[in-house]
């Protein structure tokens, strides 16, 4: 698997978007990025997944450069419920094994 | 749809007995996972089942921990003369096995067992 890089925590106000970004420079030809979610005493939640370029869904944004060695989870809008530690995954499509790193804490105040 | 669900919600136990936690994935998802993730810890890959069949127990600590999933469906972990160390919050997910990215995996609420 991929080694990633993501910021340890991010503070943030209700009402702004919040940008965490995650380095994986020996990421693979096939790895895709994921990303996901946990709040305290929860599981984790599937946020995201892409490949290159952009991908939106209701909850986020995922931006890719043409290059695949960074990538930027973009969090519109957020809220005191969007509290949580986010984490960043780079693997092939059929890897199965999840490990977490330290993940990004992202506080939001109100 | 309903979700991943686990049982019990939490588990307190004496050192040296036995322990049972149910998960019963989405519908339809073939691929099950267990993990645990202990305090101040990352996600810890236990076991993964396709279908009926375990292809990869290479997680399973010790040979204190089995599962089993039957009817392609719900999964049991055991964990036999428990230890201090086992105490952590074991989670279930599940995965569609084709047509979707295994990454894409979807958890339940976990089980916290606590050790005594």
């Known amino acids: 698997l991929a080694k990633t890089t993501q910021p340890i925590s991010m503070d943030s106000y209700e009402g702004q978007e919040v940008n965490i970004t995650c380095s994986h420079n020996n990421i693979a030809t096939n790895d895709y990025i994921t990303w996901y979610q946990q709040f305290p005493s929860q599981g984790p939640r599937f946020i995201i997944q892409g490949y290159k370029t952009k991908v939106t869904n209701e909850v986020a944004s995922l931006f890719i450069p043409a290059d695949r060695k960074s990538s930027t989870l973009s969090l519109p809008r957020v809220s005191l419920s969007d509290t949580a530690v986010y984490y960043c995954?780079?693997?092939?499509?059929?890897?199965?094994?999840?490990?977490f790193g330290a993940g990004t804490t992202v506080t939001v105040r109100a | 749809g309903a979700g991943v669900s686990q049982s019990p919600s939490n588990k307190v136990t004496e050192k040296g007995k036995d322990v049972e936690l149910r998960c019963d994935p989405i519908?339809?998802?073939?691929?099950l996972y267990w993990y645990r993730q202990s305090l101040g810890q990352g996600l810890e890959f236990l076991i993964y089942?396709?279908?009926?069949?375990?292809?990869?127990k290479s997680g399973l600590p010790s040979d204190r921990f089995s599962a089993e999933r039957t009817g392609g469906s719900v999964s049991t972990l055991t964990i036999q003369r428990t230890q201090q160390e086992d105490s952590a919050v074991y989670l279930c997910a599940s995965s569609l096995e084709y047509g979707g990215s295994t990454y894409e995996q979807y958890f339940g609420p976990g089980t916290r067992l606590t050790v005594t």
């Open positions: 089942f396709q279908g009926n069949s375990a292809p990869d």
């Open positions: 519908s339809g998802h073939t691929a």
């Open positions: 995954l780079v693997g092939g499509r059929n890897d199965y094994k999840l490990s």
